[in-house]
């Protein structure tokens, strides 16, 4: 397969296992799950699927040298994602860890078609739950990792807070020391780290994201507790699930979807929020190997960032007072 991916360009993939799992059930139900869930539906950011992100980490892992199990791992890694994607955390009040594809995975992947498919080709498909176990894939925060590189590469330039150009720089200025991924230099650790804060103050973090998030993160709670939705209906896709729920007559659902909307305002009310809610903050402190093979975060070298990156997760850390102002007459809908 000839793979054309924005990030990476044109890729040859000839593994027979990787081209399987691309083809699986799981694998292409991703397809379908967009990366920022009620706000690639709405139009407010790009409609990035989790398949071109799992797919992107495995071609992340693979130029930086990866064996083949850890390519798999990289492919797997999001495969027990919910539709709506994280969403689904604020659904269950984990806004902060956002980890309840992880907690979810092994009971995902084992009624899959994945064990079996994994089993002809000679893999036991346990061995990919742990993602620590690869540690090009899966690094603590705020290392390098490629999970974290890639969604941030794919934000970076929907955001346009880079250009193809200097995404590719970036990338040529990744390495592997000890096992990990770092920065051959002081200014790609900076770039890279500036770039990632910018991305999440500007979406991941963004104000009136989370707002969406928390409204649409009620709506499903409300339509598990009602019975419109099952549990296992959250491995479904987005759009499916979207249209299921504005197709109700349950009036408190319908209340609070005609929220969820690109309409709709969000402001800081300390007085007299409409809800509190906290979120992940994303930061990265990246490590740098300099002149004689030491290695170094770039908080070590970088006063000025490592100033910043505090600061930043200072102000935003805590639960937000959010206060809906919702546009008259407005009612959810999907570009």
Request: charge should be negative.
């Amino acid at each position: 397969m000839d793979y054309q991916d924005p990030v990476y360009g044109r890729v040859t993939i000839a593994e027979p296992v990787l081209l399987a799992l691309m083809e699986s059930d799981a694998i292409q139900r991703l397809k379908g799950v967009l990366q920022h869930g009620v706000t690639g539906l709405l139009g407010i950011t790009k409609p990035v699927t989790r398949f071109e992100h799992s797919v992107g980490v495995m071609l992340l892992v693979r130029r930086l040298g990866a064996p083949l199990e850890e390519q798999i791992a990289a492919l797997l890694h999001d495969v027990s994602h919910t539709a709506f994607s994280h969403v689904i955390d604020y659904v269950f009040n984990n806004h902060d860890a956002q980890s309840y594809h992880d907690e979810q995975k092994e009971r995902y992947v084992a009624g899959s078609d994945l064990p079996a498919l994994l089993r002809r080709h000679g893999y036991d498909w346990r061995r990919f739950l742990d993602e620590n176990a690869y540690p090009l894939l899966e690094q603590p925060a705020p290392r390098l990792c490629a999970d974290r590189l890639d969604y941030f590469f794919r934000d970076s330039l929907d955001l346009c807070l880079a250009t193809p150009a200097a995404v590719a720089a970036a990338l040529d200025r990744l390495v592997v020391r000890e096992g990990r991924i770092m920065c051959a230099d002081v200014a790609a650790a900076r770039w890279l780290a500036e770039t990632y804060l910018a991305a999440d103050e500007a979406s991941w973090a963004n104000f009136r994201e989370v707002g969406l998030y928390e409204l649409a993160a009620q709506a499903i709670r409300h339509a598990l507790a009602s019975g419109i939705l099952r549990q296992d209906d959250l491995w479904g896709e987005d759009r499916a699930i979207w249209a299921r729920l504005q197709q109700t007559d349950d009036g408190e659902l319908q209340r609070i979807l005609a929220l969820v909307s690109p309409a709709t305002r969000f402001v800081w009310d300390d007085e007299q929020p409409t809800f509190r809610v906290s979120t992940k903050l994303r930061t990265i402190d990246p490590e740098v190997v300099l002149a004689g093979g030491q290695v170094a975060p770039l908080s070590a070298l970088d006063a000025d960032y490592a100033r910043r990156r505090a600061a930043y997760l200072e102000q935003h850390s805590g639960s937000w007072p959010v206060r809906v102002v919702p546009a008259p007459g407005e009612r959810s809908r999907i570009r």
